[in-house]
């Protein structure tokens, strides 16, 4: 069946650094990917949703310039959180769409000190 | 603006009683799935509901959609500890101006006790 990856799995990294997380669709061709973050506890944010080749959409409340969002061809987007601080620490989540079948990764668990 | 409620948001039942959980949303929908969440891991799709009335059955588990009441349910049968873990409702949309998204309830955290 059709797989999703995300890399790495888990990081962790100093404040005021960078992290990119790679989502990608393995034997499909995904026309949107979407982004999301889950603190403990809680339920899926959507952050931001990218179409292949065009600029991402970004939820309200979701800075453009802290969460970088490449989706460069139609098996591969990126999530860079830039100057990272300990709030941003949480588990992060892509989804994979093509036609009406969706799947999604396994998660980035991100920890910033 | 979407709203998905769930609930119970918490449940703690026995092995082997019967239990359902519900989902309300507050718009038109054509599309509602059921997805499985365990501590650490991303989600696991348990069903996709289509139609009004559409009902499907996977194990232990049964969902449902009316999509005149704007409700799903999930309901558990016989529950066993396996069935341990924290399960999301997540309603698809489609706008012209934004395309088509996922809004999630806030999670219904399952525990089965021996």
């Known amino acids: 069946g059709a797989v999703v990856s995300q890399h790495p799995s888990r990081v962790i990294c100093k404040s005021g650094t960078s992290v990119k997380i790679e989502c990608r669709s393995l034997?499909?061709?995904?026309?949107?990917m979407f982004w999301y973050r889950q603190f403990p506890k809680q339920s899926l944010m959507l952050m931001a949703t990218s179409n292949e080749g065009s600029k991402a959409t970004y939820e309200q409340g979701v800075e453009k310039d802290k969460f970088l969002i490449n989706h460069a061809s139609l098996t591969l987007s990126t999530l860079t959180v830039t100057s990272a601080h300990p709030e941003d620490s949480s588990f992060y989540i892509c989804?994979?769409?093509?036609?009406?079948?969706?799947?999604f990764g396994p998660g980035t668990r991100l920890t910033v000190t | 603006e979407l709203k998905v409620e769930q609930n119970p948001l918490f449940l703690s039942m026995q092995e082997g009683k019967n239990y359902t959980i519900y989902c309300n949303y507050s718009t038109t929908s054509d599309r509602l799935y059921w997805y499985r969440q365990d501590p650490g891991k991303s989600l696991e799709s348990l069903f996709v509901l289509l139609s009004n009335g559409a009902v499907k059955q996977e194990g232990r588990l049964m969902a449902s959609l009316d999509t005149k009441a704007r409700l799903s349910t999930l309901h558990i049968t016989a529950a066993v500890h396996d069935l341990s873990a924290t399960y999301f409702c997540?309603?698809?949309?489609?706008?012209?101006?934004?395309?088509?998204?996922?809004?999630f309830g806030e999670g219904t955290q399952l525990t089965v006790n021996p």
């Open positions: 034997d499909f061709q995904a026309t949107t």
């Open positions: 989804r994979a769409k093509t036609g009406n079948k969706q799947y």
């Open positions: 997540a309603v698809d949309t489609y706008k012209e101006t934004s395309g088509s998204r996922l809004t």
